[in-house]
């Protein structure tokens, strides 16, 4: 089936009339919008418009609230910890994200772990928010345990991504986001709608078995950390997705662990808690607390010229700098559109037909 | 060949009694003692006195300042460059986070990016000098390009670690320590001594062909990013190898990508060297700059505690937490003393012979 191509500007207002009605205010609206529709714009389809129901879900269920007190549970002049009150993580985040940057400009750098969040959309977006103050950004979350440490079956920790953005001068800003896992769970759901089967070393059966089955996960399995197996690193993606933990979560007093809640609305909460929601890690570096802002842009643009000359291991495909693909696919989808699979499409019918809106 | 076994007393006289022959200050010279053995006593051994004709070799080609004026070239409440005067990364990296600690003390954390320093040993142990302050630690640096990225058949990154240390309560310290590569190049020459080829997935040939030559680095091959291909993620092992570059050079003004100088003193010095020396970034988090240290103490033991209860896959391997094999190989080393090689031994007699000592 040929996906039907949307507008930027149509997803953005319908979005954003889908989260007034949900009571968010106007200017939580557009921040929540803005942060879902920069993951269809860059080309993370599981993480944009897709998943605007399952942010509905949440909010039928008491689980989202659209009108949270934010607030600063404890801070010194370089760090804070932020209470989301239940808040969408793609608000929450970003106001962590805006208190972190202030802290740069004051101190140099700003950390702020947030706790009693949810889903915050890509971790990227919220890393690049630092980039217009020539400060380098991080992000990280914690989310539903879908992954195995080396040598278990238990899914323990979630797909926990790390996101780093860093400007440049003339070039684009080097924009890292990566999941801890080998492959994130929206690339099964991929091969799931498309009936296919992963490659080896992705995910292990409820035995620990390898396993090429994409529904796998339904029938006990797990993710595997980066690296895929022992000998070829993973206890270096489990150690990863645990100091994404760490960072998000027991800094601030979230839930860890196998403990994270759920995404789905339909799964249970976790009988225990141990923390609020789930925790993000927010960071910002100023580049001149460092050398100068310019020093620093030539020598980024100097680095990423490096590796856009590296020799390429066939002709057909480049070297890439990481933010490449995703900046490609901004351009693309701004100028021509986003595409959206059948499935999403009569996904977002159901929510306007919910809310009376027309899509 | 059985390993001849010296206690650590006996390494850490001899080795201290060489760093002042090569004119290092007696403090400088139990610091950097104490790092490089750090390596030995975690079961790091291509880290530990393997090394240490090797800072000898650097030290005699005049790329090794045993006497450094480190100096503070630039600094925020909670941010540094320091310059590392060309000395051993081995005491420069901990004069850095010293820093951090002391920032961190101030304003909740503490970032210190290094220029013109060398080798600082294991990351691990340098991120571990926060716990006894209830800080996390931080270790990262730069390395002798020998990492392809992914795409790519040139040598463009180190083997770049990444270390972090979280202090626990009842439960030993948190410690991940990790190249950002599927295998360390210790792994290679290990397999080289044995004679051994590697697994599928560690190295590529020159032509970026797939290859389990463990030699295959003399002969134009490289190191893969953790992932080992793009279907696994070597682009996600990449983006942090070039994170690590960005914090530690790139922040700092140290060499980067290809340009960083290599750890072997026969190895010439890059033609082009765009910075000073190598780089290493060092960080500090006050854990009560978040909340209390006996709450986040607390919260790591459960943490912890649910790793080691997680289902195993079989019976043969419990679940380790990361810091776990390195700390039993420390208490066991402590007690029994140090396993070395016949060749590390004869260096090391190399070593006594140069410099009129005794082992």
């Known amino acids: ?91 929450v985040a970003q106001e962590a994200m805006q208190i972190a940057i202030e802290k740069a400009r004051q101190v140099g750098s700003g950390w702020v772990s947030v706790q009693n969040s949810n889903h915050f959309g890509i971790a990227g977006y919220h890393a690049m928010l630092a980039l217009q103050h020539d400060m380098i950004g991080m992000a990280m979350t914690n989310a539903s345990p879908l992954v195995a440490p080396t040598f278990s079956t238990d899914k323990m920790l979630g797909t926990n991504p790390i996101a780093v953005a860093a400007p440049a001068g003339k ?35 409820k035995e620990g078995a390898s396993s090429t089955d994409a529904h796998i996960l339904k029938k006990g399995g797990s993710l595997l950390p980066l690296g895929s197996d022992r000998e070829h690193g993973s206890h270096k993606g489990y150690a990863l997705g645990a100091v994404v933990d760490l960072f998000s979560a027991l800094l601030s007093g979230a839930n860890y662990a196998p403990w994270v809640p759920p995404f789905p609305a339909y799964v249970p909460m976790p009988a225990r808690q141990p923390g609020k929601g789930i925790g993000h890690f927010l960071g910002a570096l100023r580049i001149d607390a460092f050398r100068s802002a310019e020093e620093f842009k030539e020598s980024m643009d100097d680095w990423i010229g490096g590796f856009r000359k590296a020799a390429p291991t066939d002709d057909q495909q480049k070297v890439l700098v990481p933010g490449d693909p995703e900046r490609e696919a901004f351009e693309q989808r701004m100028a021509l559109g986003i595409p959206l699979e059948e499935v999403v499409v009569k996904d977002l019918q159901g929510v306007a037909s919910q809310f009376s809106l027309t899509l």
Chains 1, 2 share one sequence.
């Not at 942060?35 to 269809?40: F, P």
């Not at 418009?49 to 934010?70: D, H, M």
């Not at 690339?187 to 490659?199: A, M, V, Y």
């Open 1 to 91: 089936m040929t996906p039907a191509i949307f507008s930027y500007s149509t997803l953005k207002a319908f979005t954003e009339a889908v989260f007034l009605k949900m009571g968010c205010s106007h200017t939580h609206a557009t921040m929540a919008t803005e942060a879902l529709l920069a993951a269809d714009l860059r080309g993370i389809d599981s993480h944009g418009v897709a998943r605007l129901s399952g942010y509905i879900r949440l909010w039928e269920a008491g689980r989202i609230n659209a009108t949270p007190s934010i607030r600063v549970v404890h801070q010194t002049p370089s760090t804070a910890v932020l209470d989301g009150d239940g808040g969408l993580g793609l608000v």
């Open 171 to 205: 070039q684009p800003p080097f924009v890292a986001d990566l999941a801890t896992t080998t492959a994130a769970n929206g690339k099964l759901e991929i091969l799931q709608r498309k009936q296919q089967d992963t490659p080896t070393g992705w995910v292990q059966d």
